[in-house]
Nanobody, 116 residues
Framework: QVQLVESGGGLVQPGGSLRLSCVAP???????????MNWYRQAPGKERELVAS????????SYDDSVKGRFTISRDNAKNTMYLQMNRLKPEDTAVYFC??????WGPGTQVTVSS
């Protein structure tokens, strides 16, 4: 079972920034660079929602309208790592953020709390 690992969450004031990371440890049968990757989030009492996606080589990205212009997804295949740069954070961005390799793996999530 492939286990992705997120980090970088925390408590930040509105208007602040955080950068999340998702590492995919070397694992038999899982080659990070062969997968498009996603960031999802889930707020208390709400369904998990797709925040951003990136293609295998990083040349294509997509964002939910709620984060477009504030969040940037990127990846470094040499480091088996994906990132989510989050700027101008709002209280409504508060959620557990998950990285996902579609059809293959999830991370346990990292908490992001935006509050004054």
């Amino acid at each position: 079972q492939v286990q992705l690992v997120e980090s970088g969450g925390g408590l930040v004031q509105p208007g602040g920034s955080l950068r999340l990371s998702c590492v995919a440890p070397d694992s038999y049968g899982f080659t990070f660079s062969r997968y498009g990757m996603n960031w999802y989030r889930q707020a208390p009492g709400k369904e998990r929602e797709l925040v951003a996606s990136i293609s295998r080589d990083g040349g294509w990205t997509s964002y939910d309208d709620s984060v477009k212009g504030r969040f940037t997804i990127s990846r470094d295949n040499a480091k088996n790592t994906m990132y989510l740069q989050m700027n101008r954070l709002k209280p409504e961005d508060t959620a557990v953020y998950f990285c996902n390799a579609p059809g293959r793996a999830w991370g346990p999530g990292t908490q992001v709390t935006v509050s004054s």
